[in-house]
């Protein structure tokens, strides 16, 4: 049985799904004004693997993630890079695009956006106005705080508190200064869009509750992000759906901890951060992915070079293995099958999983699982084949699907492939420089290939290699 710690109840829960058919999720996704930073990439990676174990657990998963288009910080840029929102936008989400591609994190069924989803931001708000959640100022609208009485209730602040802290921000049209915007009055220059309360654009928080409900419905099952993200953003989910839907909103809220670095708080304004693409330049995504999975995914993460490579190197025993044993398996034997409780490590697997996505444990069975395999492998002759197609069975459900850190394509097998592309690749243009009557270019590839151990051997079909290792 899954547990997960639920920041709302502040408890670890059981899991139980409102619908064992489909469970729904919705993480808060991006601003797509710049990079992501790999603090961000750490929430995002995790919740891959909650979405990847619960599909490990047999279950259909709907994921939403949100793209968040609109907004401040994407106008500033856009007036600092003198071209439209729009063009600023685009580069971003495709470069999002290219860096999850990279994280390995799968994809979500929806993004939504929120410049796609105006009608009904303006509807929840209409919506909430009707019930009296929202008052209009001069084409400014703001959620009445103090009307819904849970607010506070998933920070675990209560209103009086919030209120003696809150900066009292210099606007007169709010009642109360916790107040937040939902739709705010056009500013000359900026984007905007009609609505019954003239031009503008809405806030933050409304997209969010606005297109998790138009895709996951008024209740869903996990609501997940950064732990920054609990006050004031989720709270204000809450307060936006409940108040709109008169529904509970959410079961589960997950929220993943910061990636500190040197025990300081990475972010943007305090300008300590490094972009998810940089540190892939320099990472391979398995051992970034390990990174995270080795610590608890609520608690802080010291971001660590060391640490980083010490996950590269180890993960070589992973690869190692997975070569021996595609080696192995090549050669088809039947013989010995010795004793592997191989059954005991998935339990092991799902138990550490279970309890409240202890990857860091989970990585540890795995680790655990390939010395085993290596001790059997190392005393036992001429081992039946089946022994290997289930180490490869359990690394690929356990590792490579929920986990994510295991590339089969970097082993010796996807190597011999790459090779045998490569030297494809270069038989053709060898032959291309021989039409073009290039012979020092054709003589050079043809001698240079030799002396790498590959000989090019010509004939009436056309040219073939032979590798002698
Ligand atoms: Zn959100």
């Known amino acids: ?61 709907k994921f939403i993630m949100n793209l968040t288009d609109v907004d401040d910080k994407i106008i500033k840029k856009s007036i600092e890079e003198k071209r439209s929102a729009n063009e600023v936008t685009k580069d971003y989400i495709s470069a999002f695009f290219d860096d999850i591609t990279k994280l390995k994190i799968k994809k979500a069924d929806v993004y939504p956006k929120a410049t796609e989803h105006m009608s009904d931001i303006i509807e929840m708000i209409k919506n909430l106005e009707k019930r009296q959640f929202a008052y209009n100022k001069n084409g400014n609208v703001f959620y009445d705080v103090k009307k819904f009485n849970k607010y506070g209730k998933l920070s675990g602040k209560n209103i009086e508190e919030l209120e003696s802290g809150a900066r009292i921000e210099i606007n007169e049209e709010k009642k109360d200064p916790l107040d937040f915007s939902l739709w705010k ?11 019954p309360w003239g031009n503008g654009r809405p806030g933050w928080h409304i997209e969010c509750s606005a297109m998790s409900c138009k895709h996951l419905g008024d209740t ?43 025990e300081e708080k990475m972010s943007k304004s305090l300008g300590n951060f490094f972009t998810a693409r940089e540190v892939l330049k320099k990472y391979s995504a398995e051992a970034i992915r390990m990174f995270f999975a080795q610590a ?18 180890g993960l070589e025993k992973i690869t190692n293995l997975v070569d021996k044993v595609n ?22 697997f799902e138990e550490s999983m279970d309890e ?46 929920v986990l994510g850190i295991v590339d089969f394509n970097k082993t010796a ?57």
């Not at 529904?247 to 589960?252: G, L, N, R």
């Not at 080696?327 to 092991?348: A, C, H, M, T």
């Not at 202890?358 to 002759?381: G, L, M, P, W």
Request: glycine share 6%; proline share 3%; aromatic share 12%.
């Open 356 to 401: 409240d996505l202890n990857t860091s444990q989970a990585v540890a069975v795995i680790f655990d699982f390939v010395k085993e395999v290596n001790r059997i492998i190392a005393s036992t002759d001429n081992i039946d084949a089946s022994l290997y197609g289930n180490v490869i069975t359990f690394l690929t459900k356990t590792a490579d699907n």
């Open 296 to 313: 608890y995914y609520r608690g802080p993460l010291n971001f660590s070079e060391e640490l980083l490579a010490s996950a590269e190197k």
């Open 1 to 61: 049985m899954l547990k997960i710690y639920n920041t709302f109840s502040k408890t670890v829960e059981e899991f139980i799904p409102l619908d064992p058919n489909e469970i729904k999720i919705y993480m808060c996704g991006p601003t797509v004004y710049d990079y992501f930073h790999i603090g961000n990439a750490r929430s995002f990676v995790m919740a891959d693997i909650v979405r990847r174990y619960l599909e490990y657990k047999g279950y259909k998963v």
């Open 220 to 262: 869903f099952d996990i609501h997940a992000g950064g732990s920054d993200l609990i006050f004031p953003h989720h709270e204000n989910e809450i307060a936006q759906s409940e108040a709109a839907n008169n529904k509970p909103f959410v079961k589960y809220w997950m929220h993943f901890g910061f990636l500190n670095i040197n």
């Open 185 to 195: 009055k056009a500013k000359k220059g900026e984007p905007y869009w009609e609505s």
């Open 413 to 469: 097998a996807g190597d011999d492939k790459l090779i045998g592309e490569l030297v494809k690749l270069l038989i053709k243009l060898r032959t291309e420089a021989k039409q073009n009557k290039n012979y020092k270019l054709s003589d050079t590839i043809r001698d240079r290939l030799k002396e790498l151990g590959v000989d090019l051997q010509d004939s009436k079909e056309g040219t073939n290699y032979k590798i002698s290792k």
């Open 327 to 348: 080696d192995e398996l090549k050669k088809n034997n039947s013989g010995v099958k010795p004793e592997f409780d191989i059954q005991s490590f998935y339990k092991r």
